[in-house]
């Protein structure tokens, strides 16, 4: 089969033919139809995440956002069949620690992420594997193709949690950091669940699409003081705070844009600048009963509300989709990348 791999950090990904793999007795392989070419794809091609574990021996073939149809299970599989339309969470579980059968599998003790983990490709690829199929595959409902599979794979099923995760409420002012990805979503499903999103970002072409999306207003982070603006447009501070790039600024700009009792949510993951540490306002935390939580992608038994909401058009994630692409435009997609040139996702679908 023809992939994209990962073969040196900031290098070009070469597309080569490599084996087809073989399920094992309780695996699936899957029939790539789309795979979203992700921020965190990048932070693996710049070697980023060391400190969390996330460093893959090379080469490895990267891509953890996918929607795809089952080619062939291996004998114990139960729950599909040749032929199924299927999505995976990007951070597979094992089934039988205490998170996984907690319902909470993004928690796993033995968690492998594709593409992140040694020896474990993921999907800019015709094919890949499934470990764990019956566990881990989640069936699409008949109206959500490939290409929504894949916008919903990593990015948007993070953004969503992220927003469940703050308690958004109708009527709560919500600031998300970074119109990226991540953020899009999260401005998305926040103003569907009745929230008045604050989207903030140094693009304005990122903000008008962020507007388009549901946001009532927007920041430009280089024309103006983050919190100042928020406090002035919230008369008081947000309820939520999202972050979705991770960055120094864009934590803080988040924690100190909160109102008393507000509630930051942490989703975006930090670059190599950051090293994974990044100084609080503690004093205001405490202060404030400000709340600081964390959020990494979204349960299993959770795609079947985000999944229902889709379904039936109440959530958008395809429009967020900015263009579609082939595995040999990965390399200039990441150099897009790591000049904040992409808008939306890019989805790979010519393989």
């Not at 990904?13 to 990048?42: F, H, N, Q, T, Y």
């Not at 932070?43 to 891509?63: M, R």
């Not at 998300?176 to 991540?182: F, K, L, P, R, S």
């Not at 039936?312 to 900015?322: D, F, H, Q």
Request: hydrophobic residues 40%.
């Amino acid at each position: 089969m023809r992939a994209a791999r990962l073969v040196e950090h900031k290098k070009p990904l070469p597309v080569m033919e490599v084996p087809d793999p073989k399920p094992g007795p309780g695996d699936a392989v899957l029939r790539v139809e789309a795979c979203g070419i992700c921020r965190s794809d990048w932070h693996a091609w710049q070697g980023d995440w060391s400190w969390i574990g996330l460093s893959p021996e090379l080469p490895i073939t990267p891509g953890h956002e996918f929607g795809g149809v089952v080619e062939e299970v291996g004998k114990d599989v139960k729950n599909y069949k040749r032929g199924d339309r299927v999505t995976v969470p990007f951070h597979a579980g094992c089934g039988h620690c205490q998170y996984c059968l907690s319902g909470v599998p993004n928690l796993c003790e033995n968690i492998q992420i594709y593409g992140l983990v040694s020896g474990f490709d993921g999907g800019y690829a015709q094919y890949v594997l499934v470990k764990n199929a019956d566990f881990n595959l989640i069936p699409l409902p008949e109206n959500v193709d490939g290409v929504t599979a894949a916008a919903i794979g990593c990015r948007y099923m993070t953004g969503y949690h992220g927003v469940v995760r703050g308690n958004v409420k109708p009527g709560d002012w919500v600031a998300i950091q970074g119109a990226g990805g991540v953020g899009l979503s999260a401005v998305q499903v926040a103003a569907a669940l009745g929230g008045q999103v604050i989207a903030v970002d140094i693009d304005d072409a990122k903000l008008e699409k962020a507007r388009q999306e549901g946001a009532v207003a927007t920041i430009n982070a280089k024309r103006e003081n983050v919190p100042e603006a928020i406090k002035e447009i919230t008369k008081g501070g947000a309820h939520v705070g999202i972050d979705a790039l991770g960055v120094r600024d864009t934590v803080l700009n988040s924690v100190l844009s909160l109102r008393k009792g507000g509630r930051h949510v942490q989703v975006g993951l930090t670059t190599s600048e950051e090293g994974g540490m990044v100084s609080l306002p503690v004093d205001a935390i405490t202060a404030m009963e400000l709340e600081f939580v964390g959020s990494l992608g979204n349960p299993h038994p959770a795609y079947r509300g985000l999944l229902s909401l889709v379904a039936s058009g109440r959530l958008k994630p395809k429009t967020l989709v900015n263009k579609e692409v082939g595995l040999e435009d990965v390399s200039e997609t990441f150099e897009d990348m790591s000049n904040f040139r992409t808008k939306g996702f890019h989805v790979i679908t010519r393989f």
